[in-house]
């Protein structure tokens, strides 16, 4: 199950959503929804603890 990274809504019955590596590290697997996306939420990487938009 794939949540958003930023707001932990579950994603993959929703459209529009993104899932990239951390921009940093490239370890961790980051998981936006649309929403967020929008409003510009952070996320944090759980691996090195980078604050991303």
């Known amino acids: 199950m794939k ?3 930023s707001c ?3 994603v993959e019955t929703m459209d529009n959503w993104v ?3 951390c921009p940093s590290c490239g370890k961790t697997t ?4 649309s929403r967020c996306r929008k409003l510009g939420n ?3 990487c ?8």
Not at 30 to 33: L, M, Y
Not at 46 to 53: A, F, L, M, Q
């Open 3 to 5: 949540v958003c990274s």
């Open 42 to 44: 952070t996320y944090e």
């Open 8 to 10: 932990g809504v579950k």
């Open 19 to 21: 899932e990239f590596h």
């Open 30 to 33: 980051i998981v936006r929804c």
């Open 46 to 53: 759980e691996s090195c603890g980078v604050i991303g938009p």
